[in-house]
């Protein structure tokens, strides 16, 4: 006749609970699968959709940010320009110069507005020009809005200094004018800049703080309770040993009666 064991408390009913408390401190995550916690597992997808999204909406305000700052930059040195300009009208404009001096004001005065077309055509973002008028807007991606920059034409053409020339004290005069407005209207275009950057800033506050949010509420749902885990570890590894000691007297009491049988 068969003796057959039995034996209610085995080992192989406490290592997936084991496993499982051990996985969540290693990962720090509550949800490492979705059977863990299928509703809780579709939330945190959602949170980190939005969470990348709004971190890459950070980067690309950053990115404009910097676009405006290298268009302000070159202003500042095409008002520098301008008013060396401005200068050099004035002193054309005296009536006690004579023919030849205006011509050498007017030489330095025509490189300037060159020195302007250069600036203009040099600055760029991204192989990108920014001031001659090529582009007259670009699209910021915030993640779900957008921003847009307004860019100037600051060329010669885009001020209307084009065609000034100081060799006289009638085109002195006229100039002087004309300089003014140029003045006047890249004065304009650098506060603009400046207000689109502090937009931008706002918008870069504003993400940030939602993505606090959301890294908050994701944590309450996907974070491991450490207590909680070690609790539940050091519960299960007594329960186990628990069960690999009752499991060893069984097989100990097997081997007393298969002794008493043979003897």
Do not use: H
Request: net charge negative; hydrophobic share 35%; no cysteine.
């Amino acid at each position: 006749m068969a003796i057959d064991g039995y034996s209610p408390i085995t080992s192989s009913l406490y290592s997936p609970s084991i496993s499982s408390a051990t996985q969540n401190m290693a990962s720090g995550q509550r949800i490492n699968q979705s059977a863990d916690d299928p509703a809780g597992q579709a939330i945190v997808n959602a949170f980190n959709t939005q969470i990348n999204t709004q971190d890459i909406g950070v980067q690309n305000a950053n990115s404009g940010i910097s676009l405006l700052q290298t268009a302000d930059g070159a202003s500042s040195s095409i008002t520098s320009y301008l008013q060396r300009m401005n200068e050099l009208a004035i002193q054309a404009s005296n009536g006690t110069l004579n023919d030849s001096q205006r011509n050498s004001l007017n030489q330095e005065f025509q490189q300037n507005i060159q020195g302007i077309n250069q600036v203009t055509e040099s600055t760029s973002f991204n192989n990108q020009n920014l001031l001659n008028g090529e582009i007259q807007s670009l699209s910021i991606a915030l993640g779900d809005s957008t921003s847009d920059i307004s860019l100037p034409n600051l060329s010669s053409d885009g001020l209307s200094i084009t065609g000034l020339d100081i060799s006289n004290s009638s085109g002195a005069s006229s100039a002087l004018s004309s300089i003014s407005t140029a003045i006047e209207q890249i004065g304009t275009q650098r506060s603009q800049f400046g207000a689109q950057q502090n937009g931008l800033t706002s918008a870069i506050d504003n993400i940030q703080n939602q993505n606090i949010s959301a890294y908050a509420a994701r944590s309450q749902i996907n974070d491991s309770d450490y207590a909680r885990s070690m609790t539940e570890q050091v519960r299960y590894n007594i329960l186990q040993d628990s069960a690999i000691a009752m499991q060893s007297q069984n097989n100990q009491s097997k081997a007393s009666v298969l002794q008493l049988l043979n003897s």
